[in-house]
């Protein structure tokens, strides 16, 4: 997919920051890739290819380089030199990583090996910077945690094909239910959550929709179906109109406040699509 017209002028704006963070391509100079939002190595993995810029393309490349150079032997992807590496980091570098085509490679083949491995007991993932036994929300799994887990796994041969995936998506169709903040980092469901975000940068309404629509246990629910519905009552015309960017992106054209969204529409008519298969 070529970058459309009208948001080319964007995207010359994000490649100008590709060195602001002290580092080439959106990371610090020790090459921390999380640090920045929404200017980060992580979050313009994600924008650029929203926007259109091909895989192939150097700074994309280059993007792809900064996440692999923090691959570690067990399949953990580190976001700094030193300090602990949570599952949160290892998720979200793997599905930005996923996105930019690099789901055979054999370094996330480990990785994802490794988010199995760590798999919380309840079916989805948490960080442990708190020990088991405080509380039945904080030992829950982060919701946050496993959509990004689940957003990586859509690009691999376990979609729709492994058990262990099915129960992760069963936590968040629970957690749609009772929308208590769960886990160490308190992901909750309130007002907030049902605004609609674009690009999808972190938990939210719109992006928990998306990828659940890739997953055949959950479509059928009714959970998930509420959840669609939610979405569909904040269309205009058809359209996804963008309700809460990020502040840093809210004036820029491809996700302006209040506006329709043509790209943010695009990736709700591949929800529509995934529901029809």
Known sequence: ????????????????????NGGDFFATADGR????????????????TELGLKKSDPVMKGIAGKLLDAWLEDGRIRPAPKGTVYPCH?????????????????????TLEHLFEVQHDDG?????????????????SNPGV???VLDAFRFTPYLNRDKRLDEAVKTLLDHWKTRKPLGPCAFGIGSL????????LRY???????????????????PFKEALATLEAKL???????????????????????????????RFREIRKNMST
């Open 1 to 20: 997919m070529a970058v459309l017209k009208p948001y080319q002028e964007d995207l010359a704006a994000i490649l100008a920051k590709r060195r602001d």
């Open 236 to 266: 205009v015309d058809g359209q996804v109109v963008v309700e809460n960017p990020n502040r840093r992106l809210a004036k820029f054209a491809f996700c302006e406040k209040g506006q329709p969204g043509r790209l943010a529409t695009k």
């Open 146 to 148: 496993t959509l990004a």
């Open 193 to 200: 959550f049902v605004q609609v975000e674009y690009p999808f």
């Open 90 to 110: 290892t998720a979200n570098a793997a599905r930005a990583l996923c996105r930019l085509g690099y789901a055979g490679d054999k370094r996330l083949k480990r």
């Open 33 to 48: 890739w999380g640090v920045g939002s929404p200017f980060s190595t992580f979050d313009c993995a994600l924008i650029l």
């Open 204 to 222: 939210n309404l719109f992006y928990y929709v998306y990828v659940l629509s890739f997953f055949d246990v959950a479509k059928k629910t009714k």
């Open 124 to 140: 989805g993932w948490r960080c442990n910077r708190v020990k088991l036994g405080r509380s039945a929300t904080e030992d829950a």
